[in-house]
Structure formats: structure tokens, C-alpha cells
């Protein structure tokens, strides 16, 4: 075999890796796009569901995924950036530093239908808030916690010591330089970190199984004591449990496409908030 | 304000995130006590050895038998099969991106590959139902696709993203002076990559094939949307399964609180919980091997 021939297959070997890769995306998002466009109307995203689901719009859905992204924020960021603070600015080297970063690693392999159980039995069961969207967004709070741990440390840890010692040096104490001074420039990296995993919790299906969703809401009220209906779980009832499934399919590819860009739609803010701050410094 | 109030406020503020680092122990214990405790009460009802040994999962019929090894091999058969599709594709592509893709192309690729980790998983698993089960069914001649291969397919296309940039980032810290070594005796670029850089990056492309496998294992709403979740004992790629997490998630909502049932769904999760530890912590000696050698 001549040698060029070799180095052309060695090179394929790769290119054809990566173009598979590649053509997993445009098939996932073709299919999606070009199938759920058809179904994306000012209605569908502004109306009820109608006539057993066949029909209407999803809007109970939208308002529910987006109520429930803004508790798992309200819960995971508060207790996230404390705990990454108390990590970088305060423990030193010792056992228990270890074991708070040893389970913070393993909360977040933590599989995410474990956390369903977990909140089925603490939150809905053990504390008696049935199954609500309060208890929906608390599970979804604690599956996001390690990710918003593990990326505001890399954001505090980011900012120079000598940040830190200049504020120390003209009599700050030790938390009002982290107010002042260290939160406000990694500002922009845990925001970018927060951001991202609220994409990720938007998406998540298994933890809120059994801890709050519900097919259909006739009237979506938004109170946090009440099962709520959200995009994923609506995507996988018109998809596999809804009795007149090929009908719905259209449906069901106009609520992926809406998952999809609402996703999406959170990623873009979390580079647009990078790409800002990459160019500010 | 008075600089001893100050102090006062410091110390607080100084417990109050201790307290958040302490309270993270908590949870990960929190969730290891709720397995723990439901699985000693359904091991009160069931034998541990008819559970670990048992070919049959059957809580409904009239023999009532709570064998987790149909799930266990389910889990395990699609978790393998995804993997076989997985890691030679993302060695490939990250063995591409860090040794020859330029800049521009780079600049391309790196989103295409975040754009595949965004995709929620119900999506993935949607697309199984109506785009690869149609196919799989048309190209074996059955009724539908819903089949293990179905499972494996999608979830290898959700550890792609995890094990190429993970991959990636183990090529691509192998010291260029290894390389430089390699070229200077005359090896090509291929026989560098090959013979050279990959075994240098070993540990760390370990290291991501292991988070890859730990998300596989653990992936529930695309193997409950495309696997068909048939409770049978699992016969091969083209036969219908029912992984651990299907399991969960379809029988969870409908068993009543506290009968056996419902200890033994936290049974089945203490074991795919156990496994998923394990993973990491493997994982986890690789990661510490690779930055000992990098340090070194």
C-alpha cells in the first residue's frame, strides 16, 4: 500500500468519526425543525389543549416549565454560590473539605430518576407537599446544586489572590470582600454556569415523574401547591401514552420543537453572557 | 459601623456558608439513608437471594417474584451496546478535533458537539420512536423498532458529547514534547497518534469513557421511550427490554406507598445507585492517575 493511500485512510478513519457525530445533529434537529415548524403557530404557544389533546395549544406547558425553572434558580443558585463560596474563599485542606467535594462529585453522577425517588420521598411524602410544583422544583434544585456548585468555584477561582488581599489590605473584613469586590467580577461565570444548568433542568423529565407533573391541568393556576404540566413530560404523553397517537404526532413535533428552543434559547443567553465578559477584559 | 459589628457579621456569614458546604454531605446521605431504608424494609418481605438471583420481574401476576436480573442484563446490554457505538466514534472525533481540525474548524465543531449535549433527553427519545424505530423495523422486518438496539443507539448519541471533550481535553494535554520525540525518529502523524499520544492520554480517555458509561447507565426517558419495555428476560439487540430506570419510572407512579412494591423499586434504584458510584469512583482513579502523570 503506497503511503499516501495509508495516510488518506488514517485521515478518513477520523473524519468519518467525526462526521457521524455531526450527522447526528443534522438529523435530530432536521426532523425536528422541519416537522414541528408546520405545527408552530401563535396559537399553538398562546392557547389551551382542546378536544382530549388532539387539538389546542400548549401554553399550560410552556408557563409550567418556565415557573418550574424559576424555583429550581430560586433554590439551587442561593445555596450553589454560597456553597462554592465557602469552598474557595474559606475551607482550607482538611477531611471535610474533602468529603463536601467528594459528594458534591457524586451528586452529580447521581443518576436523575434517583433524585424522582429522593423528592418523592422528602418532599412529597416526608414533608407532606404532595406532589406540587413546589416539590418538583425543589428535586429539580437539588439535581442542578452540584453543576452550580462545581462552575461558580471555577468562576471564584478565576479571580486573582491579589483581588482579594488588596481589599483585605484596606480593612475589609473577609465577607465584605467577597461582596464588594470577588462576586462582583466572577459575576459573569456563575451566571454563565447557572444559566447552563437551568438548560439542563428545563429539559429533565424522570425527577418530576412522580414528584408533580401532570398531564393535563384544566386550569393552570401556577400555585406552588398544585400539579403543574410541563414541555418534556407533555412531549413524552402525546408520544407514547396518549390514546390516539398517530393524530397527535404534529403535536407532539411542535411541542419538541418548542423544548428545543426554549433550551436552546437559554444556552444562547449563557455564550452571550461569556462572549461579553471575554470581551470586556 | 462599628468594626467589632463588622467582625460579628463576618463570622456569621463565615457558618452560614459552612453550613451550605455541610448541608451537600447531607443530601448526597440523605439519598443514600431513603435507599438504604426502603431497601432493609423490602428485604423484611423478600429474600435478598430471590432478588439478586431471580430471572423474573413480575410484581402484578398471581406468582408474584421480584427478580432484578432481567433489568440488571437490560441495563447492562444497552449500556454495553451503546458504548460499541460510542467510543470509537468519540475517540475519533476528539482524536480529530485536537490533532488536526484548524482553528475554523474547530471554531464549528466545538458548538456541534454542545449542541448535541443540549438536546434533552425526551427529545432523543422521541426521535427513537418516530425516526429510528420506523427505520430499525423496516430494515429487520419487524413490527416495530422499539428494541434494545433502538436504546443503544439513541444513548450513545447522549455520551458523545460527554466522552469527546472529555477525550479531547486528555489528547490534548499530552506534553507536545512526546510528539516532537515521536516525529523526530521519524514516525508519521498517524503512527504519533497511535503508537504515542493515545497511550499517553490513556488514563484520561478512560477517565471519559467511564463519565459516558455512568450517564448511559443512568439515562431514563430515551431506553423508557425507544426500548420497547418489555418485562421479558432479555434475548438479544433486536428484542424489546426494560432497563432499571424504566422500571422506576413506569411503576413508581402507579404502586401504592409502602407495599412491597414500592420498597422494591428503591431496591432496584439502591443497586443502579451503587453502580453508578462505582463508575465514578473508577472514573475518578483514572482522573487522579492522569493528573499524577501529567504532574510528574
Redesign the interface.
Known amino acids: 500500500m503506497s503511503k499516501k493511500l495509508?495516510?488518506i485512510l488514517?485521515?478518513g478513519?477520523?473524519?468519518?468519526?467525526?462526521g457521524?457525530?455531526?450527522f447526528?445533529?443534522v438529523?435530530?434537529?432536521w426532523?425536528?425543525i422541519s416537522k414541528g415548524a408546520a405545527s408552530l403557530s401563535w396559537d399553538f404557544i398562546t392557547a389551551l389543549p382542546t378536544d382530549g389533546m388532539t387539538k389546542g395549544g400548549i401554553l399550560p406547558a410552556i408557563i409550567g416549565t418556565v415557573l418550574l425553572t424559576l424555583i429550581t434558580a430560586l433554590v439551587a443558585a442561593p445555596?450553589g454560590i454560597?456553597?462554592a463560596?465557602?469552598?474557595n474563599?474559606?475551607?482550607s485542606d482538611n477531611w471535610?473539605?474533602r468529603?463536601?467535594r467528594a459528594?458534591?462529585?457524586?451528586?452529580a453522577?447521581?443518576?436523575?430518576?434517583?433524585?424522582?425517588?429522593?423528592g418523592?420521598?422528602?418532599f412529597v411524602?416526608g414533608l407532606h407537599m404532595g406532589t406540587s410544583l413546589i416539590s418538583a422544583g425543589l428535586t429539580l434544585g437539588?439535581l442542578s446544586?452540584?453543576y452550580i456548585?462545581i462552575t461558580t468555584e471555577e468562576a471564584l477561582r478565576r479571580i486573582p489572590a491579589s483581588t482579594r488581599e488588596a481589599a483585605l489590605a484596606v480593612g475589609a473584613?473577609?465577607?465584605?470582600s467577597i461582596r464588594d469586590v470577588v462576586l462582583p467580577s466572577a459575576i459573569p461565570g456563575i451566571l454563565t454556569g447557572i444559566v447552563l444548568t437551568l438548560?439542563?433542568a428545563?429539559?429533565?423529565?424522570?425527577p418530576i415523574?412522580?414528584t408533580g407533573v401532570a398531564f393535563y391541568i384544566n386550569n393552570p393556576s401556577g400555585y406552588l401547591n398544585q400539579e403543574f404540566m410541563a414541555l418534556?413530560?407533555h412531549?413524552?404523553m402525546l408520544?407514547?401514552q396518549h390514546q390516539a397517537i398517530e393524530q397527535v404526532?404534529p403535536l407532539?413535533?411542535g411541542t419538541?420543537l418548542v423544548?428545543?428552543i426554549v433550551?436552546?434559547l437559554l444556552?444562547l443567553s449563557a455564550f452571550y453572557i461569556r462572549y461579553k465578559h471575554s470581551k470586556n477584559e | 459601623m462599628q468594626l467589632a459589628q463588622r467582625e460579628q457579621i463576618d463570622k456569621v456569614a463565615r457558618l452560614l456558608f459552612r453550613t451550605t458546604g455541610l448541608l451537600v454531605i447531607a443530601i448526597l446521605g440523605g439519598i443514600f439513608l431513603m435507599l438504604l431504608w426502603n431497601t432493609v424494609a423490602f428485604f423484611l418481605k423478600v429474600k435478598p437471594m430471590d432478588f439478586i438471583t431471580g430471572t423474573q420481574w413480575n410484581p402484578s401476576g398471581s406468582q408474584v417474584s421480584y427478580g432484578i436480573l432481567p433489568l440488571l442484563v437490560s441495563t447492562i446490554l444497552v449500556t454495553f451496546g451503546a458504548m460499541v457505538i460510542a467510543i470509537p466514534l468519540s475517540l475519533g472525533t476528539a482524536a480529530f478535533l485536537s490533532e488536526y481540525a484548524g482553528k475554523t474548524l474547530k471554531n464549528i465543531l466545538k458548538p456541534v458537539i454542545e449542541m448535541l449535549a443540549a438536546i434533552p433527553s425526551v427529545a432523543i427519545g422521541f426521535l427513537g420512536i418516530v425516526v429510528l424505530g420506523p427505520g430499525i423495523a423496516h430494515l429487520t422486518g419487524q413490527s416495530n423498532g422499539l428494541n434494545a438496539l433502538n436504546g443503544a443507539i439513541l444513548l450513545s448519541v447522549m455520551a458523545l458529547p460527554t466522552i469527546i471533550t472529555v477525550a479531547e481535553d486528555a489528547i490534548n494535554g499530552v506534553p507536545s514534547s512526546y510528539k516532537e520525540a515521536s516525529y523526530s525518529v521519524g514516525a508519521s502523524k498517524w503512527q504519533t497518534l497511535i503508537k504515542v499520544t493515545i497511550p499517553a492520554a490513556a488514563p484520561g480517555i478512560l477517565a471519559a469513557i467511564m463519565l459516558g458509561v455512568g450517564r448511559a447507565i443512568g439515562e431514563t426517558m430515551t431506553v423508557l421511550m425507544a426500548t420497547g419495555n418489555a418485562s421479558a428476560f432479555p434475548k438479544g439487540f433486536f428484542h424489546s427490554v426494560r432497563t432499571i430506570t424504566a422500571t422506576i419510572a413506569i411503576e413508581m407512579g402507579e404502586v401504592p406507598y409502602q407495599t412491597t412494591h414500592y420498597y422494591a423499586l428503591f431496591a432496584i434504584a439502591a443497586v443502579l445507585f451503587l453502580i453508578t458510584l462505582a463508575v465514578n469512583l473508577i472514573g475518578e482513579h483514572f482522573v487522579n492517575k492522569y493528573r499524577k502523570y501529567q504532574e510528574a
Open positions: 495509508a495516510s488514517e485521515w478513519t477520523l473524519l468519518i468519526s467525526t457521524t457525530v455531526c447526528f445533529l438529523v435530530i434537529m426532523d425536528i445555596f454560597s456553597c463560596i465557602y469552598l474563599e474559606y475551607a471535610t473539605t468529603i463536601i459528594s458534591i462529585r457524586n451528586l453522577g447521581v443518576p436523575s430518576i434517583i433524585y424522582g425517588l429522593f418523592l420521598a422528602l411524602q437539588l446544586l452540584p456548585i473584613t473577609q465577607l465584605e438548560s439542563r428545563a429539559g429533565e423529565t424522570a415523574l412522580f418534556p413530560y412531549l413524552y408520544s407514547t404526532r407532539a413535533y419538541a423544548l428545543i433550551v436552546f444556552n
